[in-house]
Every structure is written in C-alpha cells, then in structure tokens.
C-alpha cells in the first residue's frame, strides 16, 4: 500500500508538473534576435531599444533579447534574413512603412504574407519639421518660401522611396511646390542635419525629433494626420505634442500614421506567436513604455490576430496606391 501511495503521489507530482507546462506553452530556450530593418537612432531604432531595456529591467523573459540592425537595401537585408529563418522562433522584428515601400520600390523578393503577424504595438505619427533658427512658423509659410525657391530648399528623409519621400511628393503634388529631397539612413542621422542646416525640413517622428524640439534646435509646423496629437504634457516653452496643428488646417490635405508592429519568421506555432503577444502586453503594462508613447507622442493602437493581420493587408494596399502615385513602384 506504501509503495502504492508514493507511485500515486509520483504520479499526481508528474501530471501537475505536466499541467503546468502546458499552461505555459512555449518559451525561448536560447537568445532572441530582435531584428530591426533600419539604422541606429532612428524611431524603430529606439523603439526596440526601449523595449529590450523594458524586457531586461522587468525580467519578462527568461532568455535575452538582442537587437540587431540589419538596414542595408532599405531594410529587404532584415526582412529577407527573418523570411530565410523558417521555423525558428528565436528571431522576430519590429517593422515600419518599408514593411510594404521596399519590396514595391525594389522588386526584392518579399511579402510581409512571408512572416507571422505577432502584433500591432502602436503607430507613429509624421510632423513636418524646420529648423528654429528659420522664421517660418506655420506650414503655409514654409511651402510659400519652397515655391519662390524654385526646387532649391532640401528635404532630408529616411531613404529612398520610403515613407518620408512619399510624404514630401505628397506635399508636391498637393502644393506645386518643388523640393530636392536628400535621403539619410535613419531618423536619428535626419534630426541632426536638420539642426545642423544642412536640409531645411524633415517629416521625421516625434520620437526622432523630441530631443531637438525640447532643446529648441526645431520647430514643428504640423503633423499628418486627421486630428491633433493627444498629448498635453509642455515640452519646451509651455507647447506640447497637442499644439501641434494638423497639416490639414493648414492647407496640406494629406494624412500618414506609420505601423510599429512585431512580425516572427514563417511557420510559427500558435503557441510561439501568443508567448510574444503576451510578452509584449506586459511590455505594454509597464510605466516605462507608458512614459516612452507619451514622449514620443504615440497613436496607442495595439491589434493582434485576425485584426492585425487585416489591417496591415488594407495598408499594403494603400501603399501600392500611394507608392504608384508617386512613381515610386520597381517597375517604373
């Protein structure tokens, strides 16, 4: 009977050990790669910084999480790495616009069909930027002095053909005006040359662009969307992120939020995926990435699933769209 009850109770040891396994599901059993298609400084840059330092400092996951910048060919070297890296769940990236710009402009044999939507984390705004030595203070102002200018005032950006050239032949073709517009690797790089005049406006992030506002190097003219940043919290002389204007009032009708959103390589398990969307839900919980949306005046949109994976098929036709208009598609 004694033997009976220690093999019973070994048993019952096991099953639970068991249970609690399977309500656990899958975890990384080595270091993560965190995949960011783009340069150091800019938004998604700092961004999947944030979250490592979030990760590391709340002990949200056993394993580390490394972030890796692989920008080369406007961020296909990144994407192209995770669509290679089939059935493993140790490699994920975070995406922005070139998401759908770069395989549309470059004809690189990508889709985002080829990686497993994990989730939406937010979406960044666009804010039309000039120096604050420059004595333009409204955007009419600005795309005034870019007319008389005849082509000749610069507009620095995230690479070719991306999203922030797409925005700037928006502006041209809403406006008449001519700008010549300099590509730069990242965000980080477009803030600095803005403060440094070497270009005279940029549609960075806010989040690209903050520590310049802040320290009265810039001065933003309004941002792209279809209502005022939320945001009221001053961050240089008494202005915060809400008294920003929309583009809109201001006689430039064009609107563009950018998806930050978490993909894993192909051929993720369904546990695999849902151990990343409930990491990045308790990311999300934590006053630290509450306090880094707030800084970079975030949309807080989050989507996972069927949602998200709707909403980024509906954006990557908008972008075909956009990317046509514009001239910008690999086969012209």
């Not at 944030?50 to 996951?61: A, D, E, Y």
């Not at 477009?190 to 403060?195: G, S």
Request: with cysteine; charged share 20%; hydrophobic share 40%.
């Amino acid at each position: 009977m004694k033997r009976f009850v220690r093999v019973a109770c070994a048993a019952g040891v096991a099953l639970a050990a068991g249970n609690i396994a399977a309500v656990a599901g899958w975890e990384p059993v080595r270091p993560v790669e965190f995949i960011v298609p783009a340069g150091t400084g800019g938004g998604a840059d700092q961004m999947a910084r944030t979250i490592q330092g979030i990760v590391t400092k709340h002990n949200l996951m056993k394993q580390p999480l490394v972030v890796i910048n692989k920008s080369g060919g406007a961020g296909g070297e990144g994407f192209l790495d995770v669509k290679a890296s089939a059935g493993n769940p140790h490699k994920i990236i975070i995406t922005l616009s070139n998401l759908f710009t770069t395989p549309l402009a470059t004809g690189i044999p990508f889709s985002w069909k080829d990686l497993t939507p994990v989730a939406m984390l937010a979406l960044d705004e666009f804010v039309l930027w000039v120096n604050a030595d420059k004595p333009y203070t409204n955007a009419k102002d600005y795309i005034d002095a870019v007319k008389q200018a005849g082509g000749t005032l610069k507009m620095g950006g995230t690479g070719s053909k991306q999203e922030d050239q797409i925005i700037t032949v928006a502006m041209e073709k809403a406006t008449g005006a001519k700008f010549t517009y300099i590509p730069y690797k990242g965000g980080g790089e477009v803030a600095v040359q803005l403060v440094g005049n070497h270009v005279d406006s940029t549609v960075n992030n806010p989040i690209e662009a903050v520590a310049q506002w802040r320290g009265g190097k810039v001065r933003p003219l309004c941002v792209f969307d279809a209502k005022p940043m939320s945001y009221d919290e001053p961050i240089t002389d008494g202005k915060a992120w809400k008294d920003i204007p929309t583009c809109k009032s201001q006689g430039l009708d064009i609107e563009y939020l950018m998806l930050r959103g978490i993909f894993m390589s192909p051929r993720a398990t369904k546990d695999q995926v849902e151990y990343y969307v409930e990491l990045f839900k308790k990311v999300r919980e934590t006053p630290d990435w509450q306090e880094f949306m707030k800084t970079g005046a975030f949309n807080t949109t989050f989507m996972t699933g069927a949602d998200y994976a709707k909403w980024v098929e509906t954006e990557e036709k908008r972008h075909e769209t956009l990317m046509k208009d514009a001239g910008f598609l690999a086969s012209n």
